[in-house]
Every structure is written in C-alpha cells, then in structure tokens.
C-alpha cells in the first residue's frame, strides 16, 4: 500500500510540475526592454492598491527593486467593470511602457460572471497594447475555496492574447497565513514577495 501511495505521490507532484513550466513558457512572446525613463503601471484594486500595508505595497516595493518609476492605479474594492472605465485615462496620463494587470479579486468575491471578467481583462489588455505598452498579467485565486487556486481564464486570456503572464504567487500567499494581514490581504513580507516575483518574470524575459 505504501509504493502505492508514493507513486501516486510523485505522479501528482509530475503532473504539477508539467502545469507549472507550461504557465510559465513565455518564449513566444515578444519583448522589448524598457527605456530609462520608462514608467510602469501597476493596475488593479486592494491587492495592487496594497490593503493591509500600503506603505509598503507591491507597487512600492518592485520601485525599488527596478530603479523605475512605478505608479500605484490599485483601487479597492473595485470590480472589473469599472477597472476598465478607468484603464484609458491613466494610460494617457501616464503613459506607461509596461502596464501590470492584477484585476477580477471583487468580480471573484461577488461571484461576477466569469466570461464578464475574461472580457474585461482581454479589454483591459488591448486597451493598454494600443497605447503602445507591454503587458504583464497577473493570475488571481479564487477567494470562494478554502485552498486558494488560480483561476483558469487568466492563463487562457494571456495565452489568446500573448502577454506575459505571473499565475502563482498570489496563490502561494493565500495559501499561507504569515503572508497575510487578513483572509485575503497580503502583509508587508507578502507584497514583497509578489514585487521580487515579478521582478523576475521581466528579468527572465529581458523587459528589464
């Protein structure tokens, strides 16, 4: 009973590992790297915004890690739909080269349509490619089950639309208590894990 259990063991941890280097094979995409004056723009609601330690929120933190301007667009609270009425007017402000998308947690929470949601980030995604920015997407847990997993449609939609694409930290921190500062609110040492992640996504594919 006991190989049993150990091969079961290692088909499941295989399996995962295939998932794993399948999310993260971003060979196919076209990157350019920023300038020197290039500003960022990390978009998105609390998770963004930074609820439960916004002095030292994501945003905040990859600043430091990059040297490059980073502008904090979270919004708490927000849902998709009105995360994409806002989209256009920042990226005409800012004019950002590379644009963070960490969106859908409240669409997630209030049990939005999930197409409703995928069509708003595709949105969201095209709107900033025709300002003339990059895309980072970054995948989000479904807060409804008690072992955080990220939702399917994110690596669907940065797949359909080839931009790069971040589907496994939000979920590591969920899933782990000393990275929160409540249910779902990552704390200072949690945000800074998702900095240093992306960091090294854009590093991996010479963004930066």
Known sequence: ???????????????????FFKDTDTSHIQTTKLSSTAKILAFGDSLTYGKGAPLQSYPMQLQKLIKKEVINAGLSGEPSTRGLQRLPSLLEAHKPELVIICHGGNDIIRQTSKQTLKDNLVKMIRLSKKSGAQVL????????????????????????????????IL??????????????????????????????????NDVL
């Open 137 to 168: 997407l970054v995948g989000v847990p479904d807060f409804k089950l008690i072992r955080f997993s990220t939702l399917s449609l994110y690596e669907e939609v940065a797949e359909q639309e080839e931009v790069l694409y971040e589907g496994h």
């Open 1 to 19: 009973m006991s190989n049993i259990k150990a091969i079961s063991t290692i088909f499941i941890v295989l399996v995962a590992m295939l998932f």
């Open 171 to 204: 979920s590591k921190i969920e899933n782990d208590n000393a990275l929160k500062s409540d249910r779902i609110h990552p704390n200072a040492k949690g945000y800074g894990l998702m900095a240093e992640e992306f960091f090294e996504v854009l590093q991996e």
